[in-house]
């Protein structure tokens, strides 16, 4: 059974850090994108970040760009350290892992994903 868990969200005060951290198990992920995504109440699932699967190439979102960092280890895990977070970083962050078209790929658009974790609560106070 394939599962994503997400970890490390939580309330912190703007300007602060946090460190998510999403461990992928159930399946072997070779040639399997990661991405970040995150919904805020009342609207829309967003793209924050993604990585591929030999962890050369990211894109992220505009808003996050320079301010986020998305990295993977080894053993299936992948973190998004989050830096200079604002109000409007408040939402649920998701991790998923899609299937891409060699070690390289990756992808911005939610409906290439095909696992999805819970979520985690990230909270910024202003």
């Known amino acids: 059974q394939v599962q994503l868990v997400e970890s490390g969200g939580g309330l912190v005060q703007a300007g602060g850090s946090l460190r998510l951290s999403c461990a992928a198990s159930?399946?072997?992920?070779?040639?399997?994108?990661m991405g970040w995504f995150r919904q805020a109440p009342g609207k829309d699932r967003e793209f924050v970040t993604t990585?591929?699967?030999?962890?050369?190439?990211t894109y992220y979102a505009d808003s996050v760009k320079g301010r986020f960092a998305i990295s993977k280890d080894n053993a299936n895990t992948v973190y998004l350290q989050m830096n200079n977070l604002k109000p409007e970083d408040t939402a649920v962050y998701y991790c998923?892992?899609?299937w891409g078209y060699g070690d390289s790929w990756y992808s911005k658009f939610a409906h290439e994903y095909e696992y999805w974790g819970q979520g985690t609560q990230v909270t910024v106070s202003s």
């Open positions: 990585i591929s699967w030999s962890g050369g190439s």
């Open positions: 998923a892992a899609g």
């Open positions: 159930g399946r072997t992920f070779s040639n399997y994108a």
